[in-house]
């Protein structure tokens, strides 16, 4: 009896190991009474010392993900992963990638019914690659030097966004991709834009001296959707049908801690864009992360905030014709972990997200679940 005792106390010791999750330090109340979000870290080979990036992408309703990662002979490997439910952070699960040496990873996004990664190689040669048959969809020269190349896709259109050297700008040209791929007129945009698609036109949307613009890509006209009082401190937004949800931080939460959540909904017409409702809410006292909307029929916009060691996230659960329909404060995150998108579907009833903070010699990288 003793000895079956011991082991069963010895089990429980070896089990309260590995599922220990790390004390709260934070005295903050909100997030003092919040559950702790379980994470865990991003799998590597055993001849590997850290991931350095992972490029996230949703692909007809499935997350997909190439994680760069950097072996202990300073080579770089790539690997291919779907996010699904039999995913289970198991390095086995690993799909390896191959890339050229002379070719760097600049963003992932979905081309059409497929996952497209947009390659540098050189300082102006964008090269585009179907990620499930790693095989070579386009590849073209920019004139004169590029980086910081995007590519964004829906139903009307494919458009590439790149910077050139000494250049706050955004440059913004259309991807044709018949007989041979080719680039139309470029478009403009004062600060990083992110495109979408309203009814039968594109958009890019972006941000300046506290206005956010709309700017047609056809046109290249841009018109000021909204005016807040002080500066845009970060943003998101998604189109739900001919809805526009809007996401941002107005102030500045970092420094002096003084900042209000602004949420708004528009819908959009050929003639104009009317606003549906709006909501603002005080953040003062407290630094706040870039807020991120997670789609679907029923959009959530979810946000981290923290006054000290440990980051609260509130999801705000949204009606696009309504207005917020539930807030809930969803659990606790490390104050220095930021997420880095949501992984579609939802996996078993719970909510998976990516997310990236700074270890003590290189980043480190967790999917966390809700």
Not at 49 to 77: E, F, G, M, P, W
């Amino acid at each position: 009896m003793i000895r079956s005792t011991i082991k069963i106390f010895a089990l429980l010791s070896v089990m309260s190991c590995t599922h220990t999750e790390p004390a709260k330090t934070t005295e903050w109340a909100p997030a003092k009474n919040a559950p702790i979000i379980p994470c865990r870290d991003w799998p590597m080979q055993a001849n590997e010392l850290s991931v350095d990036n992972i490029y996230l992408s949703s692909i007809q309703d499935a997350s997909y993900a190439v994680s760069q990662h950097r072996t202990r002979k300073n080579l770089r490997n790539y690997y291919l992963v779907t996010l699904d439910s039999k995913f289970d952070l198991d390095k086995n699960q690993l799909k390896p990638f191959k890339l050229p040496e002379e070719e760097s990873i600049n963003s992932f996004a979905q081309l059409g019914r497929v996952g497209a990664l947009v390659t540098e190689k050189d300082s102006n040669e964008a090269v585009i690659r179907n990620v499930e048959k790693n095989a070579v969809i386009a590849q073209m020269k920019l004139p004169g030097e590029a980086y910081n190349m995007a590519l964004s896709g829906n139903k009307i259109g494919f458009w590439l966004q790149h910077q050139k050297p000494d250049d706050d700008h955004f440059f913004i040209q259309k991807l044709e991709l018949k007989k041979s791929p080719s680039l139309g007129s470029t478009i403009t945009a004062e600060s990083k834009p992110k495109v979408i698609e309203l009814g039968s036109a594109a958009f890019a949307v972006w941000s300046s001296k506290g206005k956010l613009f709309l700017q047609s890509l056809v046109s290249g006209k841009a018109i000021p959707i909204l005016n807040t009082s002080e500066n845009i401190e970060s943003w998101d937004l998604i189109n739900v049908g001919n809805t526009l949800l809007v996401a941002l931080v107005d102030g500045d939460s970092q420094v002096e801690g003084v900042s209000k959540l602004h949420i708004y909904s528009y819908s959009f017409s050929p003639k104009k864009v009317k606003q549906n409702w709006k909501k603002i809410i005080d953040m003062n006292d407290r630094h706040l992360a870039k807020p991120i909307w997670q789609g679907g029929k029923n959009p959530v916009l979810n946000i981290s905030h923290w006054i000290d060691g440990e980051a609260l996230l509130t999801r705000y659960f949204v009606d696009p014709s309504k207005g917020i329909s539930k807030t809930l404060d969803a659990g606790v995150l490390q104050s220095n972990q930021h997420i880095i998108g949501f992984v579609a579907p939802k996996t078993a009833g719970r909510t998976r997200f990516l997310t990236r903070s700074k270890g003590k010699n290189f980043w480190k990288f967790q999917v966390c679940e809700l």
